[in-house]
Nanobody, 117 residues
Framework: QVQLVESGGGLVQAGGSLRLSCAASGISFSLNVGGWYRQAPGKQRELVATITSGGSINYADSKTGRFTISRDNAKNTVYLQMNSLKPEDTAVYYC???????????WGQGTQVTVSS
């Protein structure tokens, strides 16, 4: 059974930082693409960043420079460090693990990030 458990969300003032964590069980991030997505109220879910099994990283354009995705294979955990947060970063952030070769994809339950102005 695959589980992705996010943590680290919360309320922060504009300009602040948060680090999100996504701990996986039943699946290995070292063999899959790990990613963070977010969904704001009334909007579609959008990509934040991904990291491949080989370590290649991709950011949505607007996230480059403020957000950093990383992975700890020993802990089977993917992180998202978010700096200089803005009110428009307010959303539910979801962890994702997918394997393009096998067509599998899994989602976490999401963690709320709220940035106050």
């Amino acid at each position: 059974q695959v589980q992705l458990v996010e943590s680290g969300g919360g309320l922060v003032q504009a300009g602040g930082s948060l680090r999100l964590s996504c701990a996986a069980s039943g699946i290995s991030f070292s063999l899959n693409v790990g990613g963070w997505y977010r969904q704001a109220p009334g909007k579609q879910r959008e990509l934040v960043a991904t990291i491949t099994s080989g370590g290649s990283i991709n950011y949505a354009d607007s996230k480059t420079g403020r957000f950093t995705i990383s992975r700890d294979n020993a802990k089977n955990t993917v992180y998202l460090q978010m700096n200089s947060l803005k009110p428009e970063d307010t959303a539910v952030y979801y962890c994702n693990a997918r394997n393009p070769r096998y067509g599998t994809a899994y989602w976490g339950q999401g963690t709320q990030v709220t940035v106050s102005s």
